[in-house]
């Protein structure tokens, strides 16, 4: 199985601040159709996951601006710009690509 | 608007069998894959299962962990989809999701507990 390593399991940010998060998997994401299946969702406290961010750096419907994903192949990286309130939970990134898709181990975002 | 609602989940003994279905509205349900994914408490979700679209012949792949075991299968008349769970084990408690694709809607999920 691919495995996913997420980098740091908990962050403390102030509202207004940006924060990175790092996956990187242990093999290379590249699908042989060149695409890249790597997802980033949030699970805020008490609800369902929802996902923000697919094939790297698109951006789901609704989703705000702040949130941007980059990278490739086996390095990847989420950064929220100016994190709001609502922002807190546990983001995860899940790779697509190879059987079975696995997630990473999280990374919880708290708010100071 | 796309809904999912699972339903199906309790407390079953080790051993048992449970049938977890998932009730989806709001999309040509033939065009899309479909997957469960479980979630034990305060732990890592995890992938279990997709059943393609008609397009791919409504086919399956498994986590090898779950293989044999669980079995994905749609109703495609009446837009359900299905997770058959036999030989149930205390690791296999957990919150269980039905997702449209891989993560973009997802279920509210229910609880499925194995213990005696």
């Known amino acids: 199985d691919v495995v996913m390593t997420q980098t740091p399991p908990s962050l403390s940010v102030a509202i207004g601040q940006s924060v990175s998060i790092s996956c990187k998997s242990s093999q290379s994401l590249v699908a042989s159709d060149k695409n890249t299946y790597l997802n980033w969702l949030l699970q805020s406290p008490g609800r369902s996951p929802k996902r923000l961010i697919y094939q790297v750096s698109k951006l789901d419907s609704g989703v705000p601006d702040r949130f941007s994903g980059s990278g490739s192949e086996k390095d990847f990286t989420l950064k929220i710009s100016r994190v709001e309130a609502e922002d807190l939970g546990v983001y995860y990134c899940?790779?697509?690509?190879?059987?079975?898709?696995?997630f990473g181990s999280g990374t919880k975002l708290e708010i100071k | 608007e796309v809904k999912l609602l699972e339903s199906g989940g309790g407390l079953v003994q080790p051993g048992g069998s449970l049938r977890l279905s998932c009730a989806a509205s709001g999309f040509t349900f033939t065009d899309f894959y479909m997957s469960w994914i479980r979630q034990p408490p305060g732990k890592t979700p995890e992938w279990l299962g997709v059943?393609?679209?008609?397009?791919?012949?409504?086919?399956?792949e498994y986590k090898p962990s779950v293989k044999g075991r669980f079995t994905i299968s749609r109703d495609n008349i009446q837009n359900i989809l299905y997770l058959q769970m036999n030989t149930l084990r205390a690791e296999d408690t957990a919150i269980y999701y039905c997702?449209?694709?891989?993560?973009?809607?997802w279920g509210q999920g229910v609880m499925v507990t194995v213990s005696s």
């Open positions: 059943i393609r679209n008609k397009a791919n012949g409504y086919t399956t």
């Open positions: 899940l790779q697509g690509t190879h059987l079975p898709f696995t």
């Open positions: 997702t449209r694709g891989l993560g973009l809607y």
